[in-house]
């Protein structure tokens, strides 16, 4: 540690230990939040007693806290962004922020953090937005325990709820996001961590990635949005125990994967939705210990994809395990437990004695003639699914578990 870096931590320990508090009320002294960022010094807290402030285009341009008392209201009126943070080491807890303005050519936010670093968004409850927080080639921060409420309806005239744009090592923890267009959403943005967080509700995906890399989403909750999550053009994303819940439609799915290579898939729980995983360029991919539950199809892969693993996953009462659209097979599936599984274990080691394959006839089927879903579980399919899988003809025939579970994994 140099005597430069020495003295510039003490000279901010210095200047926090000096820093005062400017209360705002309509009683006060100081009325407007506007007028308080303006006579703060670095690092005073603003303390925002419980009102409404009817103010927007609010700009943190310096070290401060906004700290509301009892959740003050801030209402924008529907004229613009409301809080713009352009400087680091800025906190905002405990507001009330409603009525952000609409615009088809400004993304405008309730809070929009732009190239600043050392951040804290917390105890903050967003409703009537367009978009809720926007973080925008930011670092360092933490978007924590916020609520956020909109009213979309369509994609087109709606935002996301927590957006991030160019933004490194952002941590994203238990926020309730619902009725937005997208829960989260992350564009070229790395080393983000999403947990603990509910995305329910919303039109279009409860999370959605495209081009970040080295992130994670770990215990969170997607349930019934237009999709659950999409993650696509990124690589080296882990994906955890987060559970994908009831996003049904024509074409919705738990969780899409586009083009995503060296990911890992573990400990998930995809159950009553349209399709478990849609997955489609996707390589070198971990799935282990997930569980898929009462889906109509538990996963599809729709090709191009190759050295993927599928291990330890629980496969139970899917209409469908797997879709598959090509013949030719390069994922391994090892191990895993299949309710439709009809084989014996003579030798008791809890390992069927005949490989399971996974891929019907039907499935085959239904993907190039949708309308034939209306003869699911008749008995002409059930025996025609039984010859395809004495003789494979139109399904991959490597495509198989040779080690199929006679138990599920708990």
Not at 1 to 17: A, E, P, R
Not at 222 to 227: K, L, P, T, V
Request: charged share 20%; proline share 2%; aromatic share 12%.
């Amino acid at each position: 540690m140099t005597i430069k870096y020495i003295f510039v931590l003490f000279l901010v320990s210095t200047i926090q230990l000096t820093a005062g508090t400017i209360e705002v009320c309509t009683t006060c002294e100081v009325k407007s939040i506007k007028e308080g960022v303006s006579m703060a010094s670095d690092f005073d807290t603003l303390l925002i007693k419980k009102g409404t402030y009817r103010e927007f285009n609010i700009t943190i341009d310096k070290p401060l806290t906004l700290l509301g008392e009892d959740y003050p209201i801030i209402d924008g009126e529907d004229k613009g962004e409301i809080i713009t943070i352009v400087s680091d080491n800025v906190t905002v807890d405990g507001l009330f922020i409603i009525n952000v303005g609409t615009s088809y050519t400004s993304d405008y936010a309730a809070i929009r953090v732009v190239k600043s670093k050392n951040f804290l968004i917390q105890n903050v409850v967003l409703e009537k937005l367009f978009f809720g927080i926007y973080l925008e080639k930011a670092q360092n921060g933490k978007v924590y325990h916020n609520k956020i409420i909109g009213d979309a309806v369509e994609e087109f005239n709606s935002g996301n709820g927590i957006q991030l744009w160019h933004c490194q090592n952002i941590v994203v923890e238990k926020n309730i996001i619902q009725r937005v267009r997208d829960g989260i959403y992350l564009e070229f943005s790395d080393n983000i961590t999403i947990k603990n967080n509910l995305s329910s509700e919303n039109v279009r995906y409860g999370l959605h990635f495209m081009f970040s890399n080295d992130d994670i989403y770990e215990n969170n909750i997607f349930e019934n949005n237009g999709a659950g999550v999409a993650v696509m053009f990124s690589k080296k994303i882990k994906m955890r125990d987060n559970t994908f819940r009831k996003n049904w439609g024509s074409s919705s799915y738990g969780l899409l994967l586009k083009e995503i290579n060296d990911a890992e898939i573990s400990g998930n729980t995809f159950e009553e939705n349209t399709t478990g995983i849609t997955v489609e360029g996707s390589n070198r991919i971990t799935y282990k210990n997930n569980d898929f539950i009462n889906n109509g199809w538990a996963l599809k892969v729709r090709g191009a994809c190759y050295a993927n693993t599928f291990t330890g996953n629980n496969f139970k009462y899917n209409s469908f395990d797997v879709s598959y659209n090509s013949k030719l097979n390069d994922n391994l599936f090892d191990q895993n437990y299949w309710s439709s599984y009809t084989g014996y274990d003579l030798d008791k080691n809890g390992i069927g004695d005949v490989p399971y394959r996974p891929v019907k006839l039907f499935s085959y089927i239904v993907n190039r003639t949708p309308e034939t879903i209306i003869l699911l579980r008749s008995l002409f399919m059930d025996i025609i699914d039984f010859s395809e899988k004495v003789s494979p003809v139109f399904t991959p025939d490597k495509l198989l578990d040779a080690n199929p579970l006679m138990k599920e994994l708990q």
